[in-house]
C-alpha cells in the first residue's frame, strides 16, 4: 500500500510564548527584545532539521479585541491580559522569518489560528493526506482522524486518535462536546459548574453527543456514578450555558480565507534571510545554517 503524503500544521503561537517566558532575554539591532523570537527559531530549525517536511504551514494568533467568538460570548479569553508591545513586535518577526523560508504561515483578523488548521487539516485529510498538527493544545485534539497525529513537538508527545481518546477519554470528534459540558477556564469557556472533564467523558461515552444528551436527559440519575442526581439537575439546568460553550469550543474548519493554500515549501528569499538574521544579531554560522535549510 503506498504510503501517504504527509504535512505538518503548526499552532505558532503556543512555541513563541513559551519562548517569551523561558529563552534568556537578548536584544536585536535596534535593542529591542527578541528572546522569544530566538526561542522560536530554535523549535524551528530543530523541527525542519529533524523531520524535512515537504507540505507545512504555520497559524499564528492575532490580539483580536473584536472576533468570531467574542460576537458569540464577550467574555471569551476575557480573562488574558493583551500582549505587551515588545511581544508584538516579535510575532511578526516570526512571521517575517517563517514566510522568507518559503514557508507559508498566516493569521486571521477574526478567527483563530485553531480555526486556519481546522480548515487546512480537513482540506489536506479529503486529499489523503496525513496530518500532524504540532500544538499543546488539547481543542486541536478534535481534528485527528485515523492516520493522523497531535503531537507536542518539544516534549515528544505524539498521539493518535487511539491514544487521544486513552487520554482524554473520548474520541477526538468528542472532545467539543466535553469541553462544552466541563468548560475549559483557559479560554474562559463556561460549561456547567460542577462539572469537570472526567464526568463530561462518563456523560458522553454513554449518550455519544449532547444532541442525545438531551434527549435522554431524564436517564442520567440512573448511571452509576457519584451525585448522578445532582448531575442531571446541572445538565438540565445548564443547557443553553452547554449550547453557548459548545459554538466556542468548536474548531471552525471551513474558514474561506484559509481555502485553497499551497502548502509546498517554496525555495527561500535568501536576501530577506540575511536581512532578519542581520536584525536579530545570529552569528554567522547561525545565519548560514538559516540559509542552507
Not at 150 to 178: N, S
Not at 188 to 198: A, D, E, Q, Y
Not at 236 to 242: A, G, L, T, V, W
Request: proline share 4%; with cysteine; charged share 25%.
Amino acid at each position: 500500500m503506498k504510503e501517504k503524503n504527509t504535512a505538518w500544521l503548526i499552532d505558532s503561537s503556543i512555541y513563541v510564548f513559551k519562548a517569551w517566558y523561558t529563552y534568556p532575554e537578548q536584544e536585536d539591532v535596534h535593542g529591542r527584545s527578541i528572546n522569544a523570537v530566538l526561542g522560536f527559531l530554535d523549535f524551528v530549525f530543530q523541527l525542519l532539521n529533524a523531520e524535512k517536511p515537504e507540505c507545512i504551514a504555520f497559524g499564528f494568533d492575532e490580539s483580536l479585541e473584536t472576533s468570531h467568538r467574542r460576537d458569540i460570548y464577550p467574555d471569551y479569553k476575557a480573562n488574558r491580559p493583551p500582549a505587551p508591545e515588545s511581544l508584538k513586535y516579535q510575532f511578526q518577526l516570526c512571521r517575517e522569518f517563517i514566510q522568507a523560508l518559503g514557508i507559508h504561515q498566516q493569521a486571521s483578523s477574526r478567527y483563530e489560528a485553531d480555526d486556519l488548521i481546522g480548515t487546512w487539516s480537513k482540506s489536506l485529510q479529503q486529499k489523503s493526506y496525513s496530518v500532524n498538527i504540532i500544538t499543546a493544545d488539547k481543542d486541536l485534539a478534535q481534528l485527528i482522524n485515523d492516520g493522523d497525529y497531535w503531537w507536542e513537538y518539544l516534549r515528544g508527545e505524539k498521539f493518535d486518535a487511539k491514544k487521544i481518546t486513552k487520554r482524554f477519554g473520548v474520541r477526538p470528534d468528542q472532545i467539543a462536546d466535553q469541553l462544552a459540558i466541563a468548560g475549559d477556564k483557559s479560554d474562559n469557556i463556561p460549561g456547567v459548574p460542577g462539572i469537570g472533564m472526567s464526568t463530561a467523558a462518563k456523560l458522553l461515552r454513554k449518550f455519544d453527543n449532547l444532541e442525545q444528551l438531551f434527549l435522554r436527559i431524564d436517564e442520567i440519575s440512573n448511571m452509576q456514578i457519584r451525585g448522578a442526581v445532582r448531575i442531571q439537575q446541572l445538565i438540565s439546568e445548564h443547557q443553553k450555558q452547554i449550547e453557548l460553550s459548545r459554538q466556542l469550543a468548536e474548531i471552525v474548519c471551513d474558514l474561506e480565507e484559509a481555502i485553497g493554500i499551497d502548502f509546498k515549501v517554496k525555495p527561500s528569499n535568501t536576501e530577506k534571510l540575511s536581512a532578519l538574521c542581520y536584525q536579530l544579531n545570529l552569528s554567522p554560522e547561525s545565519t548560514n545554517q538559516w540559509l542552507n535549510v
